[in-house]
């Protein structure tokens, strides 16, 4: 936006604006609201923003095992049952997964090259080959979806967190390669192709938000939801997520 524009939309002076940009005058915590909401500021960069113009943080951020947040994750917890036999995955703005339905479970560890990890990083188990790396078909267009997302949040005005730090060094080699050939999406949805041995599933991912969080972690959750794409994935995913063998002969292999 211009800063004509932007002292537009946000009702204020262009000229106030102008010398606030300049640091000739101070803005009033009113104005760096105001000027977060315009541009579409996540409520983490909106705390940044406060911060640097010397005002306190006003958005709380509490971990989702918080007293306060007990009613939230008993709703994220029915989501992600209600969601069976789709996989369903509850994860923060690092990928970390926070929950998950037992066929969400299944289908990371089914397609994970080393057993997963205590704190289990979705972008990580795409982009590492210790991970789901090995089996995800068009892995060039998965990293795209996942690996610029994180570099994207985890990039902005608020400070990383060493957690932030160490999945960007981990995940953003991957990602330049991913877009190492210019590659482009051409479908709506993002497809995700699994294949380990004989065993494929194909499936499409859903992301849901909440509406108008009014707490930096409620805002950051993503509610990932995996569904198969035909009817033998379907199948599949029904056979992984009962721990059987999918088809005679097609146990996963051992690391």
Known sequence: MSQLDLALCAGVSARHLSFVETGRAAPSRQMVLGLAETLGLPLRERNALLEAAGFAAVYPERPIDDTAMKEVRAALE???????????????????VLLANDSGW??????????????????????????????IEN?????????????????????PTPEDEAVLRDVLPANAEAHAEGYVPTKPLTA???????????????????????????????????????QRSRQALLRIAARREPEPGTAPPQP
């Not at 029915?78 to 970390?96: H, W």
């Open 78 to 96: 029915q989501i992600v049952q209600a969601s069976e036999p789709s996989p369903t995955l509850v994860l923060n703005r690092r990928t970390d």
């Open 106 to 135: 299944a289908l990371l560890e089914f397609f994970s090259a080393t057993p997963l990890p205590r704190v289990t990083n979705v972008a990580r188990l795409v982009a590492l080959p210790t991970g789901m790396r090995p089996f």
């Open 139 to 159: 892995w060039r267009g998965v990293a795209t979806h996942v690996l610029e997302r994180i570099r994207r949040e985890l990039g902005g005005l608020g400070r």
């Open 192 to 230: 995700v192709k699994l294949r380990r041995g004989r065993v494929a599933v194909d499936l499409w991912t859903f992301i849901t938000t909440f509406g108008s969080p009014q707490d930096v972690t409620l805002q950051e959750i993503r509610i990932e939801t995996l569904f198969p794409a035909d």
